[in-house]
């Protein structure tokens, strides 16, 4: 079982940063592969960015690519999020997850546990 805990949240101008955490618990975080999702209001969760247990194959949605860096510390058992240039339509309930499979997916539904999400608002 993992618990995993999301924090950085907050409320941006557009142009800003931010940066997410995503604690996780367990012995076992540096198996996991590791992504970020994406929910705003009325749309469905989608993907932001994943990346492997070791951090060698990392994937990126098309409409954060060259703005958001996905990247973790095992030793820490912590996966960050740096959101640079953020944009109005960046606003979302950002949720962190962690997945069993060696392969790195796009699909929510590849990924076994989620934490509870937090709020990004980007102002324009």
């Known amino acids: 079982q993992v618990q995993l805990v999301e924090s950085g949240a907050g409320l941006v101008q557009a142009g800003g940063s931010l940066r997410l955490s995503c604690a996780a618990s367990?012995?076992?975080?540096?198996?996991?592969?590791m992504g970020w999702f994406r929910q705003a209001p009325g749309k469905e969760r989608e993907f932001v960015a994943a990346?492997?247990?070791?951090?060698?194959?990392?994937y990126y949605a098309d409409s954060v690519k060259g703005r958001f860096t996905i990247s973790r510390d095992n030793a820490k058992n912590t996966v960050y999020l740096q959101m640079n240039s953020l944009k109005p339509e960046d606003t979302a309930v950002y949720y962190c997850?962690?997945?069993?499979?060696?392969?790195?997916?796009?699909?929510?539904?590849?990924?076994?546990?989620w934490g509870q999400g937090t709020q990004v608002t980007v102002s324009s």
């Open positions: 997850a962690a997945g069993t499979s060696v392969v790195v997916s796009r699909e929510p539904t590849r990924y076994d546990y």
């Open positions: 367990g012995r076992t975080f540096s198996s996991y592969t």
């Open positions: 990346l492997s247990w070791r951090g060698y194959s990392i």
